[in-house]
């Protein structure tokens, strides 16, 4: 069964600054960035270490190694290593007061749904045709836990819908999603971020 979800939890509004929201989603960009090119240093490049041609007499300037960054195909004076580091750091207080307000916009708008842990079937075509009902336009975004590692495995080939674990939410995957969409074992790993408050009891 799917619900919408301000049937059963309430969420609470949480505000942040502009400029906050780009710092947390370009440290997760970052953070998400591997390294797929390097450059070659002098002592990466395979040159004879013979002086090209004497320093004086010649008539034109003086060189030394062939594997000197002046020429064609020698090394770089500063590259670029294939270890470089681009973590950046987030504040955990931040991040959490990020996810909150971006879910509380969802919330509002009445895009966020909660569904059972049986609710996907086990066909691509069954799962295609239930996230249409959803969205007419845009795109969706499951939200589960390693419990339901099956529904990617039937969803994977559907157009403009994704998945993201509970325990590592992207900001920016979540905000260029149209439908969010939330399994109950994903919701009880969420509930202490959003601060969500059951109104059925």
Do not use: W
């Amino acid at each position: 069964m799917i619900y919408k979800l301000k049937f059963f939890f309430l969420l609470e509004e949480v505000f942040v600054k502009k400029s906050s929201f780009f710092q947390v989603i370009n440290c997760i960009n970052s953070n998400l960035r591997k390294v797929v090119s390097a450059q070659k240093s002098k002592g990466f490049v395979s040159y004879s270490n013979r002086k090209i041609s004497n320093q004086k007499g010649t008539g034109s300037a003086r060189h030394g190694l062939r594997s000197s960054p002046t020429f064609v195909g020698g090394a770089r004076a500063f590259p670029n290593r294939i270890n470089r580091n681009f973590r950046r750091k987030i504040n955990s207080k931040l991040y959490s007061s990020f996810i909150r307000s971006v879910f509380y916009d969802f919330f509002v708008k009445d895009n966020i749904y909660l569904v059972s842990d049986d609710f996907f079937p086990s066909k691509t075509k069954l799962v295609s045709s239930l996230l249409s009902l959803l969205t007419k336009k845009g795109s969706v975004l499951v939200i589960k836990t390693k419990k339901d590692s099956n529904i990617f495995r039937y969803s994977k080939n559907i157009s403009n819908v994704s998945f993201t674990n509970a325990c590592f939410l992207n900001p920016d995957l979540i905000v260029r999603s149209s439908v969010l969409i939330l399994s109950k074992n994903s919701l009880g790993e969420l509930s202490d971020l959003l601060n969500a408050k059951d109104i059925t009891k």
